[in-house]
């Protein structure tokens, strides 16, 4: 590990305290090249050669880098990043049919909310990632495919348990010197950390939040999803309900539709039953598959049935477009193309 110090999780008032830097508004410049994606410190042109060399002497940019790039034919690509501990995480580029582009970006190495249909959870849980992890994600994704529009904090990991370093990240993103991203293109994925959602409704960032529901049955969904055990779903739906009353945002109820398991008419009265009288958009997933997991992915006449009796009871529906499977980059599968978590540190 590198002692230098690493810049991609500092504010600019942060940088130029850190550097020692006797002009104020040079960490102003330099943050302002991070947020346009510089690499290196030779292509910040408005620092003179001798601060560009005592700098590389000092300090690094990224604490990270790419270690290996897929690329799917539907435009998917996914970013295998090593950590400079020698664990490594994935992130990835979504690119919907209007063209607007979203790096699913991971917040930990490994997860630990174990969901059954997830490989991520199956991994293990090694560490938080720092802010500047996070940041460097979201960077890489727009220095290889251009400016992006959106962030989903949907990838490796449950956000909810590392929510000050989302917040530092988000801050560094959307700061009006660097990257100055809108924060109402940003959106938090967790899995039910009812604790962290109430924390997020009443202390910010002003971001979107979607919940990890599958099902709002509550016997299934503790075989599915073990977090639901210590986070029970009324008490769920409260919190829901809190997040919408206090920040005026409606709230995605995200769902991984399992063959056999969550596409019939009791799950559809089930889920029905939760959603109704609350501002929430149904966003629906097709299990992707994952060749060591239990499941099988639901046919598109199960899909469409099921979308067709939540719509029918006026609920608010979309049915996710299949992207990034044949990369392992599609929603459950990160962590699919690592060879063995625990020897990330070999990936090439």
């Known amino acids: 590990m590198s002692d230098k110090i690493i810049l991609s999780g500092l504010l600019p008032e942060e940088i130029n305290e850190k550097l020692e ?121 727009e220095k290889k495919s251009g400016p992006l529009s959106n962030i989903v904090f949907m990838g490796m990991g449950e ?20 990257r100055a991203l809108s924060s109402r293109r940003i959106t938090l994925s967790t899995s039910g950390v009812i604790k962290g959602i109430y924390d997020l409704a009443d202390n910010g960032p002003a971001i979107r939040l979607a919940v990890s529901l599958t099902t709002a049955d509550e016997e299934l969904r503790r075989q599915l999803m073990p977090i ?63 060749a060591t997991l239990p499941f099988e992915e639901p046919s598109s006449a199960e899909c469409k049935n099921y979308v067709r009796m939540l719509e029918n009871a006026g609920l608010n529906v979309t049915l996710r477009t299949r992207r990034g499977r044949k990369i392992g980059g599609a929603c459950g599968q990160l962590g699919k193309t690592l060879s063995g978590f625990e020897n990330t540190q070999k990936l090439q």
Request: charged share 25%; with cysteine; net charge positive.
């Open 21 to 141: 830097l006797k002009q104020a508004f040079r960490g102003k410049q330099i943050f302002q090249w991070i947020g346009k994606g510089a690499s290196s410190f030779d292509e910040m042109t408005n620092l003179s050669s001798a601060l560009r060399s005592e700098l590389a002497q000092k300090a690094k940019i990224y604490s990270s880098s790419i270690a290996k790039v897929l690329e799917d034919p539907d435009g998917t690509v996914k970013l295998q990043i090593a950590l400079d501990d020698g664990l490594a995480v994935e992130t990835v580029l979504l690119t919907d049919k209007e063209g607007r582009k979203t790096a699913c970006v991971s917040c930990q190495a490994g997860c630990a909310m174990n969901c059954a249909f997830c490989q991520t959870g199956h991994l293990g849980f090694a560490r938080n990632l720092t802010a500047g992890e996070i940041v460097e994600q979201f960077l890489y994704l």
């Open 159 to 178: 956000p909810m348990m590392n929510l000050s370093a989302i917040r530092r990240a988000v801050e560094i993103l959307c700061h009006k010197d660097g």
């Open 228 to 290: 639901c055990k210590t986070n029970p779903l009324p008490e769920l739906k409260k919190a829901i309900q809190y997040f919408i009353s206090k920040t005026g945002k409606r709230v995605t109820l995200e769902a991984a539709l399992l063959h056999g398991k969550n596409t019939g008419r009791e799950s559809a009265d089930n889920m029905i039953s939760f959603a109704k009288d609350m501002d929430v958009l149904l966003n629906l997933i097709p299990w992707n598959p994952v």
